[in-house]
């Protein structure tokens, strides 16, 4: 399994970026994805997912800014994030995911390099 994420950097508060998690070794199409976010001294979280059908959820801190997609062709999920906050600056990663009872979770153990956004104040 490898999940490569990209398309981080540097930006300006209320600036936008779109990542990228390129993957592969498992059926894609089938898969829940899910963006998670990790800042310094912090656990890392889900920022939100995409179900194999399409369907999102967030979670309430990036609702209404992000946006997660998914293109089944290019086995490849999206983030975009719009109105950046100097509290999004993280480093990025995605995961398939699976949900048990209430809570979603990441199903694969190596995470890869994950992709590190900076927004500046």
């Known amino acids: 399994v490898q999940l490569q994420a990209s398309g981080g950097g540097l930006v300006q508060a209320g600036g936008s970026l779109r990542l990228s998690c390129a993957v592969s070794?498992?059926?894609?199409?089938?898969?829940?994805m899910g963006w998670y976010r990790q800042s310094p001294g912090n656990q890392r979280e889900l920022v939100g997912f995409i179900t194999s059908g399409g369907n999102t959820n967030y979670a309430d801190f990036v609702k209404g800014r992000f946006t997660i997609s998914r293109d089944n062709d290019k086995n490849t999920v999206y983030l975009q994030m719009d109105s950046l906050e100097p509290e999004d600056t993280a480093v990025y990663y995605c995961?398939?995911?699976?949900?048990?009872?209430?809570?979603?979770?990441?199903?694969?153990?190596?995470w890869g390099q994950g992709t590190l956004v900076t927004v500046s104040s």
């Open positions: 995961n398939r995911v699976q949900q048990y009872l209430t809570t979603w979770y990441a199903l694969f153990p190596d």
């Open positions: 070794g498992f059926t894609f199409s089938i898969s829940d």
